[in-house]
């Protein structure tokens, strides 16, 4: 499974791995952390 990022208004992002959402930064309130995304994808393969 190919990882995705899907844009949203205002800076808003989600990345989905699988059409499963592994982060928002909507939810978050923040942007992620740095290699916080890779270590997400990683444990949804």
Not at 9 to 37: L, Q, T
């Amino acid at each position: 499974m190919k990882p995705k990022l899907v844009e949203g208004r205002d800076g808003v992002f989600d990345v989905e791995v699988g059409g499963d959402v592994v982060f928002s930064k909507a939810e978050a309130g923040r942007f992620p952390e740095e290699e916080e995304i890779l270590r997400l994808v990683r444990e949804r393969r």
